[in-house]
């Protein structure tokens, strides 16, 4: 087997964050060599900024990326040449989290509120489109910019709202450390559900590794499966993976698995299947709410690399 | 005109360098050796600069001023006067110098939510992250300036009759100037850099929020745009700066007039 | 004015021996007095301890018959310490802005400048200018604080002879109009015996010797070629390098 | 044990306060007068240590480190060479120190994506902050010091036939040294920030990027354990170059043999 | 050994008169030879021209028919300048090091130790010395070159008239046993009067002026007080002070 070994093929993919929940099924893929039964001796990295995945995606300097679906149509209005290859959450994450105590019943209620936000434009047209599809005007909602720190600024009540945060992280950590806090799934005014998270490539390194993306895809819908099939031991293969070095919050995490294992399905559809449909639905947003200046061809965003 | 025609001749290799490295960067960024969404273009940048110089100068440039200047003045004054309280009283600087060596060894970027908590999103906050970063060397050197003046100028002012407070005013400050000038000049670029980063922590004007959002919206030539505003404002304060100090510190320099040989002055 | 020092007694912290022991001077008004003795024999230490920079562990130290304080007389001190931040004029009104009372006007100390040959370099800073002018500047700094006796340390320790030379006749010249008391230090034993009416000779672990150098004034400066004053110095050296009291 | 007595004697105002500060701060955070998310309770902090001492000093520890060590060793090398060469050549100073004046201007963060690009996320991308931001005290610091050589000097050892290279070790090297120690000195505690804030731009372990983590997750605990190692590290790293440079500049401190009138050393 | 320089001139870059111009010296083996002039008449120059770290604009100096180059002199500078880094022995054997090919050992530098009274201080460093002992572990330094011909730059001017005194007879004592030739600077007529066999007076504008001391040899310290000596003296200050020519 040593000799199967050195004939793997590397390949990098790095993810979208910090390892949590969501990464999941890659840790299961490694640790159980379904990549490695695909011939492929997967690398994965973290970024430093969100960002950092497409970027580098696009460069060539990781073969396969993690990030966002919105994020991805900006990039290519700026003549970033990144291609989406699968979906790997397929709803929203994001939403306006409040804080129960304020009264806030819907969004129109954040008039007269202050809302943080992560320096971002996505996150701006977010509460525009889903205050005014509430009846409510997006003039009379204040925005900061809170940088990197949503939590604190909610939790120390500088703000009153904050958009950009998941449902699978800041809602169940705020909910532990006792803060009342819920949230408005932006489906619900007005903001067309989105790929969340998506797996990227760029459009060399898709042109030249084809064949290699599907052998990833294989591996990890296998482990997708595995990790569907029996989420605990899926989990359990994370945190002792990051217990090396880093010491996770098993309670924190299960949560956010759980959360998420429902939204990273379709019964319908396969692991990972994009429809052009939702590609045209979030591209027409974000060009309507003036986040992208120029159009996107939607088709040409994406390809599923899923057999 | 005659000091910016020396001070061209003085620079004209550094501007000669410049040039040359930006009409590189040019080069090598049009043949797509480096994807311009990591490095832009030059050209991109000052078009960049030019289409947007309304907001840019009056809205973000002003406000990381505005952010600056409130930062750097508290950092002089407290700094200043942290250096005396510690050298008129051995118990505070032995109490509080360890505090403030290891004011900076703590990421400030680690701090942001304690910032958060305390200032909120209001100028203070920015304000504060600028005061941490330009405090060191303002404290340092004006307490080393303050401590270098030789004890033959205090008896001879105390042989006088000098009072403290004399003394303190006609020796220890001015001895103390040049040393707290070189510390006011370094803790100004800290200061620039302090209030671009305290903007990052969470602003909604500003130049680091410029680049922040820039950065955000995957728009290299808005980043970039910002960081060249800032080197240049910097570099524009550094000289000003520097400028100031000749002029106060103007018995340093001045050359003999005693001229027993006929010392022919260069230009 | 007279000042009398009586069993004046100082010892450094930290040091064993005291460097200042027993000593007695009576000093009258109008009177040349010098000191002289070794290096680290404590001269400088007794020029600190009569301006009251240093204060004595035993006897004292009085002023007409006041015990002296801080301000009291002008100092000149061995090097300089011109401030060099300040310009001529800015060093020598010094003594003026600390004690406020001066009557002085600028008009008065600009003769003070012209008569020091300082003319025109009222504006000049210390750096730019020679050692001679330098000491001139110190002790017209001195002179300023309208004090009836100056305390002069070493005032030419640091010029070459010949600056020396004019410097000392130029002193010579302004004591005699200001009728000002002066106390200087020198361990030039020419120059001592040039300038004094009495000379003080400062030996460690010996009591004081006063010698009387009994030449007429006004003197020429080629007095110093005279064999009643190579005498003089030559006595005052054998006293000096004597070993044995 | 006679030094650790006097360096605790010396700084024993200090240790009080911050005990103090500590308890007090226990106090506050147990009162629930400031939330233990965004400043926990002291012994929390100690508790997290305990708990994660294996891998937070064996391997985040270590790796911050190993990154300090090369980044501040190549600054101090390639900032000791620039020197030189300015020193050397009027031209490299014309033409290389504006350019190292705007490297301290530029936030370091705003030029992540450049240094991922160049280095990946590699040990070489925190080396390269590393060393970004200990360069300049350093290369200032030895310019200065090389710079400051009495005229005199270099005529004596010209006189006695020396030629260039001689005068510069003889000369120019060991008058540098006062000046430069105090450069490495600053310099190194930038390099410990610089290697903190290049885990924050991308890293799978070291102090940084265990802060970074933890305040991700909402874990103050965590974020203040590896502040307070990174402190503690800084420190001691200030302490031990202070050391090294008494010992070096030994001549410095020395007090005068003669002692015609008998004093007595103090303890 | 000797050294001849003819018709010297030299301008500082930036000066429009020459500092020195059209001078002429010869200095015979094992000669004290002593150069006198005020501040700024350019003594230090013209050393600095004689060790080769200036080189002059017209003339030559010949140093055994062969033109002087740096390192050919012993040069003792006018400050001390011992490097404050360096204990007394590192500074002593600077030369040594830089020269390579001297076969001075330690025990010979340690003999001259000795001799100078430093025995002991070999260890110590130049900031814990007294002048007068800086100035010998400057003055070891130039003998320890080797060279014949050694350069003084008025090495007792910062010390007070009882080391000096002390100084100079140790000086003459090492000169008679060591037959090297010295070239002397001072402004102190006594004491050129006092060690030198000749004495030059450099004076700005004027051609130089030559005078043979011709006291016999060796002298004792009390010399200066002799009549003959004196009067020396006050015909170099004369000369010296006399504006025309
Ligand atoms: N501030 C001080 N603290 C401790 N000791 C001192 C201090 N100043 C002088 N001394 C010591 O006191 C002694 C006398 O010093 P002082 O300066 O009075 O001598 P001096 O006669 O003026 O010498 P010089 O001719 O060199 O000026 C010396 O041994 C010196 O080391
Ligand atoms: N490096 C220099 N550059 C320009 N001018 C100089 C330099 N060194 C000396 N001079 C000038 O040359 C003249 C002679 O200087 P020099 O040092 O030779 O005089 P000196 O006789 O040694 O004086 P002193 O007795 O004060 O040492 C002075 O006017 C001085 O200003
Ligand atoms: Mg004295
Ligand atoms: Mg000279």
């Known amino acids: ?121 996505v996150s701006e047209a977010v509460v525009k489109t889903m205050v005014n599809a509430d009846g409510g005007k997006e003039k009379n909602v204040k925005l900061t910019d809170v940088g990197w720190d949503l939590m604190p600024a909610l939790a120390t009540n500088n703000v009153d709202a904050i958009v950009g945060a998941y449902i ?98 379709d019964k319908s559809l396969p692991f990972g299947y994009q429809e052009e449909k939702v590609w045209q639905d979030v591209a027409d947003w974000l060009f309507e709410t003036n986040v992208m200046k120029e159009k996107v061809d939607p088709a040409q965003a994406f390809i599923n690399i899923l057999e | 005109m005659k000091n910016l025609k020396q001070w061209l001749k003085h620079y004209r290799l550094f501007i000669g360098l410049l040039l040359l490295m930006l009409v590189m960067l040019q080069l090598v960024v049009q043949s797509n050796l480096v994807p311009a969404f990591i490095i832009p273009a030059p050209s991109k940048v000052i ?81 504060a992250v600028t005061i941490l970063m ?28 000098a009072n403290n407070k004399q003394i303190f005013m006609k020796l220890h400050i001015p001895m103390a100037l040049p040393s707290l000038f070189s510390g006011l000049k370094i803790g100004m670029v800290y200061a620039l850099v302090g209030a671009t980063i305290g903007e990052w922590l969470g602003a909604s004007e500003g130049l680091g929020f410029y680049s922040r959002r820039m950065s955000g919206d995957l728009n290299a030539d808005g980043v970039f745009a910002a960081i060249v505003l800032l080197t240049i404002i910097g570099l524009i304060l550094f000289g000003v700066a520097t400028m100031i100090e000749r002029k106060v510190l103007s018995w340093k320099n001045g050359s003999s007039i005693i001229n027993q040989s006929g010392v022919e002055e260069n230009e | 004015m007279t000042l009398i020092i009586k069993n004046l007694s100082y010892t450094y912290p930290n040091h064993k021996k005291p460097t200042i022991s027993e000593v007695h001077v009576t000093v009258k008004k109008g009177e040349f007095i010098s000191l002289i003795g070794k ?10 301890l009569i301006t009251g920079i240093l204060y004595q562990d035993a006897g004292d130290i009085k002023l007409n018959d006041r015990s002296i304080t801080l301000g009291d007389v002008g100092y000149m001190p061995q090097q300089d310490l011109l401030l060099p931040w300040r310009t001529v004029l800015e060093n020598i009104m010094l003594p003026v802005e600390i004690q406020k009372n001066s009557h002085l006007t600028r008009e008065e100390v600009r003769k003070w400048l012209e008569r020091a040959g300082l003319a025109g370099y009222e504006q000049a800073y210390p750096n730019q200018l020679s050692g001679g002018m330098r000491q001139r500047v110190s002790f017209l700094r001195a002179m300023i604080t309208g004090k009836d006796l100056l305390l002069l340390d070493e005032p030419f320790g640091a010029l070459d002879s010949f600056t020396k030379k004019e410097m000392q006749t130029w002193l010579l010249s302004i004591w005699r109009d200001s009728k000002k008391t002066i106390f200087f230090i020198t361990h030039d034993l020419e120059e001592a015996c040039y300038l004094s009416d009495r000379i003080l000779l400062l030996k460690p672990d010996h009591p004081m010797e006063e ?4 030449l007429p004034r006004p003197r020429p400066s080629d007095i110093v070629y005279t064999s009643k004053l190579v005498e003089l110095r030559h006595k005052l050296e054998k006293k000096m390098t004597d070993e044995k009291p």
């Open chain 2, 47 to 127: 078009e960049h600069i030019l289409e947007n110089w309304r907001i840019l100068l009056f809205d973000h440039l002003w406000a990381t001023m505005l952010e600056f200047t409130i930062g750097f003045t508290l950092a002089a004054i407290a700094g200043i006067a942290l250096a005396v309280g510690m050298f008129f009283s051995k118990t505070i600087e032995k109490m509080i110098y360890p505090f403030v060596l290891m004011s900076q060894m703590i990421p400030i970027i680690a701090l942001s939510p304690i910032f958060v908590l305390w200032f909120g999103y209001s100028l203070w906050s920015k304000v």
């Open chain 1, 1 to 121: 087997s040593k000799d199967n070994e050195t004939k793997l093929e590397k390949m990098s993919i790095m993810l979208d964050w910090y390892p949590n929940a969501v990464h999941s099924a890659i840790y299961v893929a490694q640790e159980k060599g379904y990549f490695a039964e695909e011939g492929l001796d997967v690398n994965i990295e973290m970024p430093a900024d969100t960002n950092d995945p497409l970027k580098l995606a696009a460069t060539g300097k990781v073969d396969l990326a993690i990030s966002y679906q919105t994020q991805l149509l900006l990039s290519r209005s700026e003549g970033i040449p990144v291609v989406s290859v699968a979906a790997l959450v397929r709803h929203s994450l994001d939403g306006i989290m409040y804080k129960k105590e304020l009264g806030i019943q819907s969004p129109k209620d954040l008039e007269g509120k202050n809302v943080g936000y992560p320096s971002a434009s």
């Open chain 1, 168 to 265: 699978n992280h800041e809602l169940v950590l705020l909910n532990k450390e006792g803060y009342n806090v819920d949230i408005f799934p932006l489906t619900e005014f007005g903001v067309p559900d989105n790929y969340e998270l998506i797996l990227v490539t760029g459009e060399e390194t898709l042109k030249k590794k084809e064949s290699s993306i599907k052998k990833f895809w294989r591996a990890l819908s296998k482990a997708q499966a595995d990790v569907k099939q029996d989420p605990a031991s899926g989990l359990k293969v994370l945190l002792d993976h990051e217990n090396g070095n880093f010491p996770l919050d098993k309670k924190v995490e299960q949560e956010s698995l759980d959360i998420l294992l429902p939204l990273m399905e």
């Open chain 2, 134 to 161: 330009s405090f060191f060397p303002i404290v340092v050197s004006s307490f080393d300036g303050l401590r270098a003046c030789d004890k033959g100028y205090i008896e001879l002012l105390r042989s006088m009759g």
């Open chain 3, 211 to 214: 010698i009387v150098v009994g």
């Open chain 3, 39 to 48: 290096s680290g024999s404590g001269k400088s230490t007794l020029l600190k």
